[in-house]
Structure formats: C-alpha cells, structure tokens
C-alpha cells in the first residue's frame, strides 16, 4: 500500500508564492508518474502538471510559466513551485503517484488528501 501525505498550502496574497510538497511511503516498488490536480469550488477537478520518471513534465495552460513541478526520487517526493499567484488559483490541491505498490501486478493511482490553496487579499 502507498500513502501520500500533501504539505505546504495555506492563505497568500495575489502575486505571492507558495510551495507545496508530496511525500510517498509504505511498500512502493516503483513510481512512474507523479502530478498535480486541483479542484475549485464547483468545478470539477484538473490537471495542473505532472512529471514522469524520466523527467518530463507537462502544465496546463493556465499555470504555465508560473508553476514549476519538481521530484526528488531519492525521498519519494514531488514538489509544486507556485510564484505570481491569482485568485483563479484558489481550490483544494491534491497530489497524484502512478506507481506499483510491492507485491502489486500492475501500478495504480495514488491520492493525497488535499491541501487547501486560498489566493486572496
């Protein structure tokens, strides 16, 4: 079983910046992809970016050139630069692991629990 605990959201001000982080634990045999979703109040929830095993990485339109996705292999976690950040921000974060659990077969999807991001004056 794979676990993903999200830190790091929080209350900024328009233009402002935040970071937030993503941790794996438990029985992990491999991760291939580790993404970013968000969800804003009654609006279904979308891709922000993600980044695969190799290092490539894909954004939505809306973030791009204001956020930067990140991983560290050796510590299981992925990382979400945000800088200049709008009120359009604003919605509950979750973090995304592709990955094979020990004993699995096959990877599955992986969920953090959300962290709320709030972007307002």
């Known amino acids: 079983q794979v676990q993903l605990v999200e830190s790091g959201g929080g209350l900024v001000q328009p233009g402002g910046s935040l970071r937030l982080s993503c941790a794996a634990s438990g029985s992990i045999f491999s991760i291939y992809a580790m993404g970013w979703y968000r969800q804003a109040p009654g609006k279904q929830r979308e891709l922000v970016a993600y980044?695969?095993?190799?290092?490539?990485?894909n954004y939505a339109d809306s973030v791009l050139g204001r956020f930067t996705i990140s991983r560290d292999n050796a510590k299981n976690t992925v990382y979400l630069q945000m800088i200049s950040l709008k009120p359009e921000d604003t919605g509950v974060y979750y973090c995304?692991?592709?990955?094979?659990?020990?004993?699995?077969?096959?990877?599955?999807?992986?969920w953090g629990q959300g962290t709320q991001v709030t972007v307002s004056s």
């Open positions: 995304n692991f592709f990955a094979r659990g020990k004993g699995s077969d096959y990877p599955s999807h992986y």
């Open positions: 980044i695969t095993s190799g290092g490539s990485t």
